[in-house]
């Protein structure tokens, strides 16, 4: 192994460096030391680069971000089973401490010692050094593995895809409803797709641009809420009842309301984006038409059920994949992934 790599390095809001001298971490017990292969722009590391969740994310400067990658196994430490060096893996952004009451109910998205890196929590990319590097050193159980003729860039969407699998197992999404996904970004993109394979009889996307009409290109009801009100479209489209299911992953404070207001009663509203301010919302109708509206964070334990669903047909993240970058190439990536330029939708690096 090389004692040095190559890493984009965070050292303070705006200002990053590509950068050729930076030690190759280890791995300790449990964990699993990777060559990265592929790594996908999140939002989140917009927001991250800025410093607009420091000192959350990341706790330091400097530091190593990105959270959505895949690699292969190139070093397994102590009390690691079921991987060897030359696997392939995708990595899942966070790994709970594991003996928490939450961790040991599976929940491990909501640690009660998140952050807490001696107490075992790690947030790979926000609380712990990232994936935008040649290598990563990353926790067993954050680790899926994968067939050896999977494709990495496509992998690299594994994590936003649990995200998008969590979001529609929190709305209970069941066979034959009518489920209504409100911003077909990257987590929208696969939302979508999830309401589907869990058995909804109906799926309509709300949106715009070249994202809608790339829902429409995969067989799926869509309204462009630039050319036509998306409440009276929706409940139109229903029957003026409205939605069983809407899962909102715009992340916008009208897209919270919209929500809200578009479901049917006794229907279930789950809030997969995160809005930069708080959102009034009728609480009336939460009490006399029995709404339900829950949060949804990370991907607990969703890995493993969306490689069954890539492998099944039910998932296609490949076509998410819009542009690829080397990693030395990572401002460029950036600025393609802000400005959504060429129809940007999942932009991936490769170191």
């Given at each position: 192994m090389p004692r040095t790599m190559q890493a984009v390095v965070l050292h303070e809001p705006n200002r990053y460096s590509f950068e050729a001298g930076v030690p190759v971490p280890e791995a300790g017990p449990q964990e699993v030391l990777c060559r990265v292969g592929a790594v996908a722009i999140c939002g989140t590391d917009i927001g991250i680069i800025s410093g607009k969740f420091f000192p959350m994310w990341p706790p330091r400067w400097p530091f190593?971000?990105?959270?959505?990658?895949?690699?292969?196994?190139?070093?397994?430490?102590?009390?690691?089973?079921?991987l060897v060096p030359g696997d392939k893996v995708a990595g899942s952004s966070a790994v709970g401490c594991g003996h928490c009451r939450n961790c040991m109910k599976g929940r491990y998205n909501l640690c009660l010692n998140y952050g807490n890196m001696a107490a075992g929590h790690r947030q790979y990319g926000m609380t712990a050094q990232g994936?935008?590097?040649q290598y990563i050193c990353a926790h067993a159980r954050s680790l899926v593995k994968l067939p050896p003729d999977f494709d990495l860039g496509e992998a690299s969407l594994m994590d936003t895809a649990g995200i998008a699998l969590h979001i529609a197992k929190r709305g209970g999404v069941g066979a034959g409803?009518?489920?209504?996904?409100?911003?077909?970004?990257?987590?929208?993109?696969?939302?979508?797709?999830?309401?589907?394979?869990?058995?909804?009889g109906r799926v309509i996307v709300v949106g715009r641009g070249h994202r809608l009409a790339k829902a429409r290109a995969l067989g799926?009801?869509?309204?462009?809420?630039?050319?036509?009100?998306?409440?009276?479209?929706?409940?139109?489209?229903?029957?003026?009842?409205?939605p069983d299911v809407v899962l909102e992953c715009a992340g916008t404070a009208r897209a919270v309301r919209q929500a809200v207001e578009m479901v049917k009663k006794g229907g279930r509203v789950v809030i997969g984006g995160l809005p930069a301010e708080d959102v009034p919302l009728p609480l009336k109708r939460f009490v006399l038409?029995?709404?339900?509206?829950?949060?949804s964070r990370a991907a607990p334990n969703c890995l493993p059920e969306v490689l069954a669903l890539v492998?099944?047909?039910?998932?296609?993240?490949?076509?998410?994949?819009?542009h690829r970058f080397p990693l030395s190439d990572f401002q460029t990536a950036l600025a393609t992934f802000q400005d959504r330029s060429g129809g940007a939708l999942k932009v991936v690096v490769e170191p």
């Open positions: 190593i971000i990105g959270h959505e990658w895949a690699g292969v196994v190139e070093e397994v430490g102590p009390g690691v089973p079921g994936a935008y590097a409803d009518t489920a209504v996904v409100i911003g077909p970004g990257a987590v929208g993109s696969i939302a979508y797709q999830c309401a589907r394979a869990l058995g909804a799926f009801e869509t309204v462009d809420y630039e050319s036509t009100d998306p409440l009276a479209c929706v409940k139109e489209a229903t029957g003026g009842v409205g038409d029995e709404i339900e509206v829950v949060g492998q099944a047909g039910a998932l296609r993240l490949r076509e998410l994949v819009t």
